[in-house]
């Protein structure tokens, strides 16, 4: 057997308990054990940068967020692949079309165009609260956007992708959606 060299964990239900929310002394010491025997561990998330947990005692060598479409290192960006600009532009108005908020995620930011009920639950499983930003057009338009994100139902899917390229569903919950450009995870 080859030797292992790198170690991919995902965070939700892998890393932490969905159920008592936090990470667990195992995983914590199972973490730390791989970085003492030289093995590199990564994050691999549809997460935001911003919502990565740290955890005591544990350094990350990498991070994939936005399933992939932003991954990085402590010392530089390793890939980058936003989402088209047209794309974003598309997705924000098929959402208003069938009367949704958006939230936007840079690198950096997350940024919301409104508040609904499904958006706002959707923060909260993450530990974040919504933010409606003053500047969410200037956002949109100006910024490298990694993920879109918004409440709908399963049968909003088609119109909410119609007239995009490149873009595609990348999570979902009964109530909201992740999409990511269709060339990610």
Known sequence: MTDIKIVFFDIDGTLIDMKKKCISEKALETLR????????????????PMQVPRFPGVEFDAFLTYNGSYCFDKHQDIFSNPLRREDVRTLIKNAAGIGRPVSVATKSRLAANGADEDLTEYYGFGGLDLEIADDFDTVAEQEEIYQLMLGCRKEDYTAILEGTRAAKIAAWWDRAVDIIPSNCL
């Open 33 to 48: 054990r791989l970085k003492e025997n030289g093995i590199r561990i990564c994050v691999a998330t549809g997460r935001s």
